[in-house]
C-alpha cells in the first residue's frame, strides 16, 4: 500500500486495507420492496487497534445492516 493512502494519525507499517463486498439485496420500506445495489466498502485501518467488532460497528454505522 502506497504511505499517501494512508489517513493521517495510522502507522504506515500497520496500515491495512479491508474491502467487504455487499452484495444486492431487496428491503422492505413501508410495505414496498426496495432494491439495494451491491457494492464495496473500503477502510484502511490500524491492523494493531482495529478488531472484528470494529468493523462490524463501522458497517452498521454506515447503513448496510
Known amino acids: 500500500m502506497d504511505a499517501t493512502e494512508v489517513p493521517e494519525g495510522i502507522d504506515p507499517k500497520n496500515a491495512c ?3 467487504v463486498n455487499v452484495n444486492s439485496y431487496f428491503s422492505t420500506r413501508d410495505g414496498k420492496k ?3 445495489r451491491g457494492r464495496i466498502i473500503k ?3 490500524d491492523s494493531e487497534q482495529y ?3 470494529d468493523l462490524e460497528k463501522d458497517i452498521i454505522r454506515e447503513g448496510y445492516l
Open 34 to 36: 426496495v432494491y439495494n
Open 43 to 45: 477502510w484502511i485501518v
Open 51 to 53: 478488531a472484528v467488532i
Open 17 to 19: 486495507k479491508i474491502e
